[in-house]
C-alpha cells in the first residue's frame, strides 16, 4: 500500500498560506485540518462551496484525513444540487457564507479558525503530516452530460498528486524559491482546484486565500503578499487587468487556462507585467496535462509519461496520472511523442460552402481586432429557411462599428465565415472563470435579435 503525504511542505514553522495580509504556517494549518476533521458531519460526500480558498483548502484536506469524498459540480445551481443529492444522498455542504442557501444539510466552517487552539472533545491533534493512501477516492468531478445529467469522473489521491507534481516540474517551480499562488479562479473549479489549492500543498507552496476579480481587487491582493507570486487567470481576468492599467507588483509567472488565449494578448501581459505566462491545457475528466510558453510557440508539451494515443479517428489521453484513456474533444495534430497543436474543439469544426474553419479560430481574430473588448461568434442549431447555415456573432465594442468590425474580419477571415448578424451587447454571459456557455451565448442572441443589426 503506497501513501502519499497531505502537503510536500518539510517544517510545521514554513508558510502554507496567506490571510488577511498574515502567514499562516503549517502547523496552524494541520491544527485547523484535524478540528474540522473532527467537527464534520457523518456524510460521506461532502460539497465544499467554501469562499475562502484557505476555508476550501482545510476542508478538502479534512474530507482526506476523514476519508471523505469532495464533490465539485460545475455549478450550484437548484438542479445541479438535486443531481447530487440524487448521486450521494448523504452529501451535506460545507460552507462559510451566512448566507448560504444550498437546499442540503449545511455544516458552518468555524467561524475563528485562528482560535482552534481550544480542541474539539473528540479532536486527535495532527503531530505529523498524514500520509493518504494513493487509491483512496478524493474527489468525484462532474461534466455536463449531452442528457442534462451531470457525469462523474473518480479522482484518486494518487492521482491528484502525481497531477500536480507533474505540473511543477513542467513549470520549472524552483524549490529554493517559496512562491504564494494567488488565483482569480474558484478553488471549485478543477483548474482552480489543481493550480490554486493541489499545486500550491503538494510543491511545499503557500496559497493565497483571496479570489479577486475586478483588478484594484488583484492589486490590493498582490500587495498583502510577501515573496514571489503566481498568479492563476483566464483571459477575461488578463484582459480585464490590463484594460485598467494599474500598476502591479512584479510577478513570478502567470498561468492561463479556460478558455483559448490569444497570442495578442499573452505578448501584452508579459510586456505589461514584465513576466512569463504560460497557459494550460487539461479538461475536467483529464486534469491538466500539458503547457506552452504561449509567445515563444504554438506547440503544446505534454506533462512527463502523459501521451496521446489515435483511436476512433480522435484522440485519447492515457499515461503519468491518468488512470484510464480518456477521448478528447480538441482536434489534435501531434507532432512527436510529447508534442502537439490545438485545431480547436471538434463540436467547434464548423463546415460553410466547402470551408472548413473552428469557432476557436473565428473568436481569435474577432478579439484581436483593436477596440474589441470581447466577442464570440456562434453557430446555431438548425438550418435557417434558405437551408444555409449562418454564423452570427456577439460583440463588445463600444467605440467600434458594425462596418468597422466587418471590414477588418474581411482581411483575417474568409467572407463565407463573417457573423450574420453581428449584435452588439453590453458584456457576454461568461461564468466565474471565464468560459462563456452555449446555451447562455445563444439565449443573449435571442434577447438581442432586433433590425438595427449589420448584415
Not at 463565407?416 to 446555451?439: D, I, Q
Request: hydrophobic share 45%.
Amino acid at each position: 500500500m503506497q501513501k502519499l503525504p497531505l502537503i510536500a511542505h518539510s517544517a510545521f514553522d514554513t508558510t502554507i498560506a496567506w490571510r488577511k495580509g498574515t502567514p499562516v504556517l503549517v502547523e496552524q494549518f494541520l491544527t485547523d485540518v484535524a478540528y474540522l476533521a473532527a467537527a464534520l458531519p457523518a456524510g460521506k460526500h461532502v460539497l465544499n462551496v467554501c469562499r475562502d480558498r484557505y476555508h476550501f483548502a482545510v476542508g478538502f484536506a479534512a474530507a482526506m484525513v476523514s476519508n471523505k469524498v469532495s464533490l465539485l459540480p460545475p455549478t450550484h445551481t437548484p438542479e445541479m444540487v438535486q443531481q447530487l443529492q440524487a448521486f450521494a444522498a448523504d452529501v451535506f455542504c460545507l460552507h462559510d457564507n451566512k448566507e448560504c442557501d444550498i437546499a442540503l444539510p449545511k455544516f458552518s466552517f468555524p467561524v475563528t479558525p485562528e482560535n482552534t487552539s481550544k480542541p474539539h472533545a473528540s479532536q486527535t491533534p495532527l503531530s505529523e503530516i498524514p500520509l493518504i493512501d494513493t487509491r483512496q477516492l478524493a474527489a468525484i468531478v462532474f461534466t455536463s452530460g449531452s442528457t442534462g445529467t451531470p457525469l462523474p469522473h473518480k479522482k484518486s489521491w494518487g492521482s491528484l498528486v502525481r497531477n500536480v507534481q507533474a505540473q511543477a516540474e513542467q513549470l520549472g517551480l524552483d524549490t529554493d524559491t517559496d512562491y504564494t499562488i494567488l488565483g482569480t479562479i474558484p478553488p471549485q473549479h478543477m483548474y482552480g482546484f489543481e493550480s490554486t489549492v493541489l499545486l500550491a500543498l503538494q510543491s511545499g507552496n503557500a496559497l493565497s486565500n483571496e479570489q479577486p476579480f475586478y483588478p484594484a481587487d488583484i492589486a490590493g491582493a498582490l500587495t498583502d503578499i510577501a515573496g514571489e507570486v503566481i498568479l492563476v487567470s483566464t483571459p477575461l481576468h488578463l484582459r480585464l487587468l490590463l484594460d485598467a492599467e494599474i500598476e502591479l507588483p512584479k510577478l513570478a509567472m502567470v498561468l492561463s487556462a479556460t478558455a483559448p488565449l490569444s497570442n495578442a494578448l499573452a505578448h501584452k501581459v508579459e510586456a505589461s507585467l514584465k513576466t512569463s505566462l504560460i497557459e494550460i491545457y487539461g479538461s475536467t475528466e483529464t486534469g491538466q496535462i500539458a503547457t506552452r510558453h504561449t509567445t515563444k510557440t504554438e506547440e503544446w508539451r505534454l506533462f512527463p509519461n502523459v501521451r496521446l494515443i489515435a483511436r476512433d479517428a480522435r484522440f485519447w489521453a492515457d499515461g503519468g496520472h491518468i488512470e484510464v484513456a480518456v477521448p478528447l474533444n480538441d482536434v489534435i495534430e501531434p507532432l512527436d511523442h510529447e508534442r502537439f497543436l490545438l485545431q480547436g474543439r471538434m463540436q467547434d469544426i464548423i463546415n460553410i460552402a466547402g470551408k472548413r474553419s473552428s469557432l476557436a479560430n473565428l473568436n481569435h481574430h474577432l478579439n484581436s481586432i483593436s477596440g474589441v473588448i470581447d466577442g464570440a461568434f456562434f453557430m446555431p442549431d438548425e438550418l435557417s429557411h434558405d437551408h444555409v447555415t449562418r454564423l452570427c456573432a456577439c460583440v463588445v465594442a463600444p467605440k467600434l462599428t458594425a462596418a468597422q468590425i466587418l471590414n477588418e474580419l474581411r482581411i483575417r477571415i474568409d467572407p463565407v465565415f463573417l457573423p450574420r448578424p453581428l449584435l452588439f451587447v453590453e458584456s457576454l454571459p461568461r461564468n466565474s472563470t471565464g468560459k462563456l456557455p452555449r446555451n447562455a451565448l445563444q439565449k443573449l442572441i435571442s434577447q438581442h435579435m432586433r433590425p438595427n443589426v449589420a448584415e
